[in-house]
């Protein structure tokens, strides 16, 4: 009888992450003949049934019509104008990977890959032990590890600290003020949550361009549909204008401050309870929620595959490196390749570059 390890040691192909990316990339190599948990297997760090997508705040929806927010293969149940919310989105993606009979290795935690470029082969280095294979696809998203400015160490409060991948509710915060940091869609649906209940403060970093969720009753995203908008790849002339500047959808911060939220400019710096503003003024606060965004989880990649600044660097997924991908980045190629409804289109061109492959 072979182990688990002994399983893996024999595949063509191991997908790492289990998220939206990782279910794409087993929908398509399906599609080229591939066998799950045969010819290629999945994994992922986390434990059974406790995907990304149940540790949002409870509150949160996404802000693409479920009509657009299909992997391929399986529409998203329901009315294709509602927004889901998170817990049915981590529904849809058990129930996706149930569809195509994908059963990742869940637990399963990579710290490194090794190259072998004599025999041809990609070695994961795993909390289960060593995987050797040909092809591995890096599938973890770009919202794995929560990202802090340098300031965040100095902050002392007397309330909360937390950063909104820990933040579930209001009641989870304390009566008083809050100050968010960070006003792209998350700070600003968070601002919005907590407007009700607490004195908020929203500092706001980069501007950015807002855009309604509906225009002339329409959703925007049927819009970027029918224009084209979500495909065009990211090095061309108009992808590379927009790709350097992310917009806002559906809350401006003009309907927030009609709400009370306090909008005040960039933080620079901060110690204990107190912090200072680009414009030289001051605030405190008794609570803190860090809207500042993720890092991708790509510290077990080679470092020939990253940038002086740790960016991956790929064309279309494919890297400098034989048999290794990344897949559901943001603009990788298009506006897309990151949402439920465009990484399909990345994971079919990877499949089909390994399935080239002798």
């Known amino acids: 009888m072979t182990t688990p390890l002994e399983d893996l040691q024999s595949q063509r192909v191991i997908v790492v992450g289990a998220g939206q990316a990782g279910l794409a990339m087993g929908h398509a190599l399906i599609r080229t003949g591939l066998r799950p948990q045969v010819d290629f297997t999945i994994l ?6 406790e995907r990304a997508w149940d540790r949002r705040w409870h509150s949160l929806r ?7 927010a299909s992997l391929p293969g399986m529409p998203f149940p329901g009315s294709g104008a509602r927004y889901p919310r998170t817990d049915e989105v981590a529904d849809y993606l058990e129930d996706y990977a149930n569809q195509l009979g994908l059963a990742p290795r869940w637990g399963t935690r990579v710290h490194g890959l090794r190259l072998d470029p004599h025999r041809h082969e990609l070695t994961l280095v795993t909390n289960i032990g060593e995987i050797a294979t040909r092809n591995v696809v890096a599938a973890t998203g770009p919202f794995t590890e929560p990202r802090f400015p ?3 160490s100095r902050v002392r409060v007397s309330g909360q600290n937390l950063h909104s991948d820990s933040y579930t509710h209001p009641k989870q915060l304390p009566d008083g003020s809050v100050l968010i940091i960070g006003a792209g869609n998350t700070g600003r649906q968070l601002a919005r949550e907590l ?5 908020v403060t929203l500092a706001v970093g980069v501007p950015q361009r807002e855009l309604p969720q509906r225009f002339l009753g329409v959703d925007i995203f049927s819009w970027m549909t029918a224009t084209g908008i979500l495909r065009v790849p990211a090095r061309s ?4 204008r927009l790709s350097h500047r992310e917009v806002v959808i559906g809350q401006s911060l003009h309907e927030l401050r009609a709400l009370g939220v306090r909008i005040v400019p960039r933080l620079l710096d901060a110690a204990g309870s107190t912090f200072h503003s680009q414009d030289g003024t001051s605030l405190t606060a008794q609570s803190v929620l860090w809207a500042t965004g993720y890092r991708p989880g790509f510290g077990w990649l080679p470092g020939q595959v990253r940038d002086s600044n740790g960016v991956v660097v790929q064309t279309r997924g494919t890297t400098c490196v034989p048999g290794l991908y990344v897949l559901g980045l943001p603009w990788m190629h298009t506006r897309s390749s990151a949402l439920l409804t465009g990484v399909g289109r990345d994971a079919a061109r990877i499949a089909r570059t390994i399935g080239r492959q002798p």
């Not at 992922?44 to 049934?49: F, I, L, N």
């Not at 407007?195 to 004195?199: R, Y």
């Open 44 to 49: 992922d760090a986390d434990v059974m049934g």
């Open 62 to 68: 996404l802000f693409t019509p479920a009509k657009h």
């Open 150 to 152: 340098e300031f965040a």
């Open 195 to 199: 407007a009700g209940s607490h004195e």
């Open 237 to 240: 002339p108009v992808g590379l």
